[in-house]
T-cell receptor, first 114, second 118 residues
Framework: KAGVTQTPRYLIKTRGQQVTLSCSPI?????VSWYQQTPGQGLQFLFE???????NKGNFPGRFSGRQFSNSRSEMNVSTLELGDSALYLC?????????????FGPGTRLTVL | AQTVTQSQPEMSVQEAETVTLSCTYD???????LFWYKQPPSRQMILVIR??????QNATENRFSVNFQKAAKSFSLKISDSQLGDAAMYFC???????????????FGKGTLLTVNP
């Protein structure tokens, strides 16, 4: 089975722009979560989707948004980029979306904001 | 809110030796899951081992085992016969087992960078 894939792998943007990141979960997985990883703050939860519904959202400003499509693929969008948004954005998928699931991570998208 | 603390930012071990990484957590819940994830340099994060809080038996996966002390809220990872490929950042993570939208997330510690010396 193919793993979690994320595109693009690297992005360079300037302040004020917006960006869209994509995540394709493992085939058959219905839950997708997003995390931001920075050296200072570590791994922080952004949001989680299951069957196209956002079930949980982390403590991030409204500039961070996401969605999930009927095929379970997910996108996250960051508008009005700030320097502090530079980070590795990780996507994780799990099968049934229950709390017993294990999350499997993708390789991440490295976003640099200049 | 739950918190996860990894008190060792960096650790090193000689190849073939044993090393233990520490993790403590704070929660008022009685049922939850604990995980150790490994993130090699510039590579994907992968699951090392998982522990269900209701299980008294410590989880084991080949050379990796945990020491789960529920009362002490401690969850350490022991790596036996360390190999060069074990060099990575190791993250301890917590997830609630209570149903509810706010629980569908992992809470991570800051990580421990493990160096394996030949």
């Amino acid at each position: 089975k193919a793993g979690v894939t994320q595109t693009p792998r690297y992005l360079i943007k300037t302040r004020g722009q917006q960006v869209t990141l994509s995540c394709s979960p493992i085939s058959g997985h219905r839950s997708v979560s997003w995390y931001q990883q920075t050296p200072g703050q570590g791994l922080q939860f952004l949001f989680e989707y299951f069957s196209e519904t956002q079930r949980n959202k982390g403590n991030f400003p409204g500039r961070f948004s996401g969605r999930q499509f009927s095929n379970s693929r997910s996108e996250m969008n960051v508008s009005t980029l700030e320097l502090g948004d530079s980070a590795l954005y990780l996507c994780a998928s799990s099968g049934t979306g229950t709390l017993t699931d294990t999350q499997y991570f993708g390789p991440g998208t490295r976003l640099t904001v200049l | 809110a739950q918190t996860v603390t990894q008190s060792q930012p960096e650790m090193s071990v000689q190849e073939a030796e044993t090393v233990t990484l520490s993790c403590t957590y704070d929660t008022s819940e009685s049922d939850y899951y604990l995980f150790w994830y490994k993130q090699p340099p510039s590579r994907q994060m992968i699951l090392v081992i998982r522990q269900e809080a209701y299980k008294q038996q410590n989880a084991t996966e080949n050379r990796f085992s945990v020491n789960f002390q529920k009362a002490a809220k401690s969850f350490s990872l022991k790596i036996s016969d360390s190999q060069l490929g074990d060099a990575a950042m190791y993250f301890c993570a917590y997830r609630s087992a209570l149903s509810g939208g706010s629980n569908y997330k992992l809470t991570f510690g800051k990580g421990t960078l493990l160096t394996v010396n030949p």
